[in-house]
């Protein structure tokens, strides 16, 4: 059964780092790209970024671009999205998402066919 399982999750104070994480299961991160989204209360599912399969070429929303970074680690089979200089806004239920080869849609949640269950983060004080 293939899986997305996301972790890192949790609360932190405005301003802070958090390290949210990717792990594949049943199959081979390498040959997907993975994109990253976030949904809050009452708001529509929003496309943070994404990165390529194989190449690890990104792509990031202006919103968060210089805060946000995405990474790959083949060998652990997991992507990264670190977070920094978070601000309550970025409050939200983060999810990250994989689409066989090269997606030309990075930002929109139709372009992915495989989910992950989702990781709260909150940034309060």
């Known amino acids: 059964q293939l899986q997305l399982v996301e972790s890192g999750g949790g609360l932190v104070q405005p301003g802070g780092s958090l390290r949210l994480s990717c792990a594949g299961s049943g199959f081979t991160l390498d040959y997907y790209s993975i994109g990253w989204f976030r949904q809050a209360p009452g708001k529509e599912r929003e496309g943070l970024g994404c990165i390529d399969s194989r190449g690890g070429g990104t792509m990031y929303r202006p919103s968060v671009e210089g805060r946000f970074t995405i990474s790959r680690d083949n060998a652990k089979n997991t992507v990264y999205l670190q977070m920094a200089s978070l601000k309550p806004e970025d409050t939200a239920v983060y999810y990250c998402?994989?689409?066989?080869?090269?997606?030309?849609?990075?930002?929109?949640?139709?372009?992915?066919?495989?989910w992950g269950q989702g990781t709260q983060v909150t940034v309060s004080s």
């Open positions: 998402a994989a689409e066989p080869g090269t997606v030309v849609t990075c930002f929109s949640a139709l372009t992915y066919n495989l």
